[in-house]
């Protein structure tokens, strides 16, 4: 650690000494988004107008770099601080009258940009198009995009700043700390200690590192590198994140089909096929042994088409489609899913002790990375990353925003045909596919802890062996009714383990005179999954009968149990007996706000708000049957209790007869 050095540098510094910056291959896009921008801006600007000497922008990790030995092409890899680093360079371009020497500099090879990314030319081209002001929207640049307009609409705001001379204090008075480190650092070690220190290397990046590094052919660990940067951003769908960055034809890969058990799937869908395309499009090299090192500084890469005439024509997309999982939690049920399939090759049953975001390098490690894995078992795992990956975007629920409304729904794929052009593109339809199938992974989304989502794991699996939407939909409710509402017991992984082993697993089903007779000191305890489930089971069964009920229903987060005829009512007529008070028939889940509203108000009241602000409208089909009532006594909420009994069980008894029919036919 001796041969660190470490210097205080102003911009003016970067300028007059020729300091270029790269972004390299295990750095993560840039991510700064309106609120971190305007705290920094607020903070220089506050900074010049107290005169202060120098404002301290952080430290900054680099390794300096020289290409083919040239000294005069020297540059920095950024390990850390490409966030803050490229916010100052955006922050220069829209100064760029007073900042213009930072953007750019001339070299004797021409003009060079004081930032690249190496694994991402295209963000280079947006810079270039950038600096010369010329149209620069990019889809692989667009929250560098984002930013700039953040940072124009800033200053557009603050007319009367005297931007000469906070271009002066920027370049002069705004400090950071450069560090730099030897060419020969292990960066195994490095990264852990970055990584300790909570920096903004994430633990996966780490893990890609590990993993391409095992790849030694040039080509093939650029390919697979691809794959899994398609594959972490969660954010979107896995077809749009590949064509964005490579030159794949992914309409044809989508049209083409491979052979899959008794029937054919999509090329797009099978990680080889789509690995044999991005072969073709890396550039040759030698194939030779490499260290960690030699792959974090890869600085070739597929460049994309510049008009790919489906990004803007496809722009009808709600605008954030968001994932229900983190990359590291679909990266640990990928693995669960690996172990299973070794098990057979290995003779043990293994399988990781839990999922955790933040212990993802550990369990890595532990369970699979200490076995040594060789390069065959490694382009395994890859390959089953974007197999997992596909199969979840194209079956999974995403939060889609509809109208600024974010709700659950899974959206399918089509080809759109652009006559005008002759072109064809992917794009992912607006109308929800398989409602009945969404809205039970919403139900077992909600019901579950958030961070985990066990049964994700059996499902994944499933849908990489199946093809069939309707039994999809069957294995889920058979998956969900063994798993939840059965009398098996230990942890949640233990027991989605057996399903991993045995996809049709089953247990012995619990009746619902019992999860829904479950007698508590206080209805409040009651477990939330039941009324989640039986929020479903009301659906089909509402469904079935063509009730409008159903039109506008969805499955919402609500974590507050409300009694519908209070504990402690405002009026004495109002109360009922203690022993059915606390009864799932008097209990409903609600939202906290909707119970802070009812209180203690008596049925009568609570009846007349529900009709008048919320009948119709989804927010519980329980409370729809108990508002539907004239009078809620103790006689009522029997019959109610033991309804809701009787529907619990007949769907229960349902999904059984179908399973054992369907598990028969096969």
């Known amino acids: ?36 921008i305007h705290t920094l801006l607020d903070d220089i600007v506050a900074a010049w107008l107290e005169e202060k000497n120098e404002f301290y922008l952080g430290g900054t990790l680099v390794i300096e770099r020289a290409v083919n030995g040239s000294e005069d092409m020297r540059y920095f890899d950024l390990i850390d601080g490409q966030q803050r680093f490229t916010t100052l360079w955006l922050i220069s371009v829209v100064l760029k009258e007073h900042l213009a020497a930072y953007i750019q500099a001339d070299t004797k090879q021409g003009k060079r940009l004081r930032i690249s990314f190496s694994i991402r030319p295209q963000v280079t081209k947006f ?14 640049a667009m929250q560098l995009d984002d930013a700039l307009q953040e940072i124009r609409f800033y200053f557009n ?5 005297d931007k000469r001379a906070l271009s002066e204090f920027i370049l002069t008075k705004v400090q950071l700390i450069l560090t730099t480190v030897p060419d020969h650092t292990d960066l195994n070690k490095l990264f852990e200690v970055i990584n300790n220190r909570g920096v903004q290397l994430q633990h996966h990046e780490i893990l890609k590192a590990k993993l391409l590094e095992k790849i030694e052919n040039h080509d093939e660990r650029e390919a697979y590198a691809l794959l899994w940067d398609a594959c972490a951003n969660m954010n979107g769908y ?17 049209e083409k089909k491979v052979n899959f058990k008794n029937g054919e799937r999509e090329q797009l869908a099978d990680a080889k096929a789509v690995l044999d395309e991005l072969r073709k499009t890396t550039k040759a090299s030698d194939d030779q042994s490499i260290k960690l090192e030699d792959i974090l500084n890869q600085t070739e890469i597929v460049a994309t088409s510049e008009n790919d005439p489906g990004e803007d024509i496809d722009s009808g997309l709600p605008v954030r489609i968001t994932s229900i999982i983190t990359f590291p939690m679909l990266l640990q049920h990928v693995l669960r899913i690996y172990l299973q399939q070794k098990k057979t090759v290995k003779q043990h049953t293994s ?39 596909y199969q979840f975007d194209k079956h999974v629920i995403k939060w889609v925003s509809v109208e600024e409304e974010k709700q659950h729904a899974i959206r399918r794929i089509r080809i759109n045909y652009n006559n005008k052009q002759e072109t064809a593109y992917l794009q992912r339809e607006t109308k929800d596919a398989l409602p009945d199938f969404a809205l039970l992974q919403s139900m077992l989304y909600h019901s579950q802890q958030m961070t985990t989502q066990y049964w994700l794991t ?30 098996v017991e230990g942890s949640l992984i233990i027991r989605t383990h057996r399903f991993l082993q045995n996809l049709w ?20 305890q009651y477990p939330h999954y039941w009324f989640y489930k039986l929020e479903y089971v009301l659906y089909l069964k509402l469904k079935r009968n063509n009730s409008s009920l159903v039109d506008n229903f969805k499955i919402t987060s609500k974590n507050s149990v409300e009694h519908v005829t209070p504990q402690n009512p405002e009026q004495k007529q109002d109360e009922i007996p203690s022993e059915i008070l606390h009864n799932f028939g008097n209990l409903a889940l609600v939202t906290k706000s909707i119970n802070s509203e009812m209180s203690n108000k008596g049925f009568s009241i609570k009846k007349v708000e529900f009709e008048h602000r919320y009948k119709g409208k989804g927010v519980s089909l ?41 598990t028969v036919n096969e």
């Not at 705001?157 to 700043?161: I, N, R």
Request: charged share 30%; aromatic share 10%; hydrophobic share 35%.
């Open 1 to 36: 650690m001796s041969e660190f050095q470490s210097k205080l540098i102003t911009l003016n510094d970067v300028i007059d000494q020729q300091f270029f910056f790269n972004i390299p291959i295990y750095q993560r896009l840039y991510v700064w988004g309106k609120e971190q």
């Open 127 to 140: 810079f270039e198009k950038v600096c010369e002001g010329l149209p620069a929207s990019l889809p692989e």
């Open 157 to 161: 705001g603050k007319e009367a700043l």
């Open 238 to 254: 896995v077809e749009r994140h590949l064509k964005a960055t490579t030159k794949l034809d992914t309409v044809s890969l989508y």
């Open 351 to 389: 399988d990781i002790e839990k999922i955790s975001d933040k212990d993802l390098l550990f369990i890595f490690k532990k369970f699979w990375l200490d076995e040594k894995p060789n390069e065959i078992d490694t382009k395994q795992f890859l390959e089953l990353l974007w197999d997992v990956r």
């Open 458 to 487: 059996p499902l994944l699996m499933f849908l990489l062996e199946n093809q069939s939407d309707h039994k999809n939909l069957l294995y889920l409710q058979h998956l969900d009714n063994h798993l939840l509402c059965s009398r």
């Open 505 to 524: 697993h089953k247990e012995t089903l619990i009746d619902a005179k019992e999860s829904l007779g479950q007698k508590y000191e206080n209805g409040t």
């Open 622 to 662: 329980k409370l729809e049957d108990i508002f539907a009532k004239t009078q809620w006594k103790k006689d009522e909420i029997r019959v109610h209790q033991q309804q809701m009994i009787d529907d619990f069980n007949e769907y229960m008894k349902s999904v059984s007869r179908q399973t054992e029919k369907n």
